[in-house]
C-alpha cells in the first residue's frame, strides 16, 4: 500500500481502486474528492466512492480486499436506509474508504457520466458534477447543501440543467425542492 502515515486516506483510495479495477467493478468517487474536483475545496479524513455493485455481490469484494492487506468492515442498510451497503477498507493507520453501494435514486448511468482525471500519476473516475449536486441535495445536511450551492456557483452555466433536474427528481420530492431553493426551475420540454 501507499500509505505511510494518518491522513492518506486519497492515496489508499488509489489501491482501492487497483482492487476495484482488477475485481472489474465500476466507480465514481464521491465526497471531499469530487467535492474539490468540482471546486469546492474541503478538508477530509476519509475518502469515498459509490460502486456498481449489489449488496449480494459485496462478499466476494471484501475477500478481495481482504487477501490485498486491507482491513474491511461491511455494514448493511435497513429497508428504510438510502444506502444499501458500505464496505469500509482500511490500513494499519486508520486511513478509510468507504465503498457505498445502492444509493436510493441513484441514476445507474452515473458511473457512464464519471469523469476520468489523474491524481499522483493514477487514473481516477470522478462522479460528474450534476451527479455530485443530485447527490449532496440528497444528503440534505447543511455541508451538504453548501458543497452542492458551491458546485453550481463554480460555474452555473456549464451545468446540463435538464440533466440536474432528471437526477434530482430521481431522489424524490424534498430533493427537487432543495433544487429549487438554488434557484432551479423545472426545464421547459
Not at 500500500?1 to 479495477?21: E, I, P
Not at 428504510?80 to 490500513?91: E, H, N, R, T, Y
Amino acid at each position: 500500500m501507499r500509505t505511510s502515515q494518518a491522513g492518506q486516506s486519497a492515496l489508499l483510495l488509489l489501491d482501492a481502486v487497483v482492487v476495484l479495477k482488477k475485481a472489474g467493478v465500476d466507480y465514481a468517487i464521491i465526497g471531499a474528492m469530487a467535492a474539490s474536483f468540482h471546486g469546492v475545496v474541503r478538508a477530509s479524513l476519509g475518502a469515498d466512492a459509490v460502486i456498481s455493485l449489489t449488496t449480494p455481490a459485496l462478499k466476494p469484494l471484501e475477500r478481495e480486499f481482504a487477501n490485498a492487506g486491507f482491513q474491511t468492515e461491511l455494514r448493511r442498510g435497513d429497508d428504510g436506509d438510502p444506502i444499501s451497503a458500505v464496505l469500509a477498507v482500511k490500513d494499519s493507520y486508520d486511513n478509510r474508504v468507504d465503498l457505498l453501494v445502492g444509493i436510493r435514486g441513484l441514476d445507474p448511468d452515473a458511473f457512464a457520466r464519471a469523469i476520468e482525471t489523474t491524481f499522483h500519476a493514477e487514473k481516477l473516475k470522478m462522479i460528474s458534477r450534476e451527479d455530485f449536486i443530485a447527490m449532496k441535495l440528497f444528503a440534505g445536511g447543511p455541508q451538504d447543501i453548501q458543497d452542492a450551492r458551491r458546485a453550481v456557483a463554480v460555474s452555473p452555466d456549464t451545468l446540463d440543467r435538464s440533466l440536474l433536474w432528471r437526477l434530482t427528481k430521481r431522489f424524490g420530492r424534498q430533493t427537487l425542492h432543495a433544487l429549487r431553493a438554488l434557484g432551479f426551475k423545472e426545464p421547459k420540454p
